[in-house]
């Protein structure tokens, strides 16, 4: 299992459940989004530089985890379908597989993207992930819904939420 894929099914089993939440505003100026989090959720970091927001339900297992990331595009065209395939493969390597559900455009915070779902496979147990990426004019944002399948309509839910509250700099 590559190290990507071992830190990040072992930060979703590491951490706890979704529950229901009432939205708290984020406006951190350093970001170039605003955006709205369940509150009491916790702030995570898995070492991996990525610029953007990562937070979790709990500390203990296991737990919901969003991440709303983003990175500079640099002047650089931007496929949605390269990102996607870069991003599979960086999470099926060693071990882990992914199988995808669905896939339809979506646009959040008036940014057009691409979304698609899937069902994780690892040998600790099964995930279910919600994927998009949007297509910025200086940035590709990449934000992702990761939970138990037990738990994943409920945390859908909340996501939904979230991504609907978004307001893009």
């Known amino acids: ?3 990507f894929s071992r830190l990040f099914v072992a930060a979703v089993l ?6 229901a939440q009432s939205l708290v505003a984020v406006d951190d100026p350093k970001l170039p989004f605003r955006v709205s989090l369940p509150g009491g959720w916790l702030g995570a970091d898995f070492g991996d530089k990525a610029a953007g927001l990562t937070v979790v339900s709990a500390k203990a297992p296991p737990a919901t985890l969003i991440r709303l990331l983003y990175s500079a595009k640099n002047g650089a065209a931007i496929d949605l379908n390269s990102e996607f395939k870069k991003f599979e493969s ?6 882990v597989t992914l ?3 669905s896939s339809k455009v979506a646009a959040y915070g008036g940014v057009s993207g691409l979304e698609r779902q899937y069902v994780l496979n690892h040998p600790g147990g099964q995930l279910r992930m919600r994927v998009w ?7 590709l944002y990449s934000f992702q819904l990761t939970d138990s ?9 909340t996501f ?4 609907a509250s978004l307001r893009f700099r």
């Open 133 to 139: 990426y949007g297509n910025g004019a200086k940035n």
């Open 149 to 157: 399948p037990t738990r994943y309509a409920q945390a859908d839910a």
């Open 90 to 95: 960086g999470v099926a390597t060693g071990g």
């Open 160 to 163: 939904t939420k979230v991504l």
């Open 1 to 3: 299992m590559s190290a």
């Open 14 to 19: 590491a951490l706890g459940s979704a529950g």
């Open 99 to 101: 199988k995808q559900q």
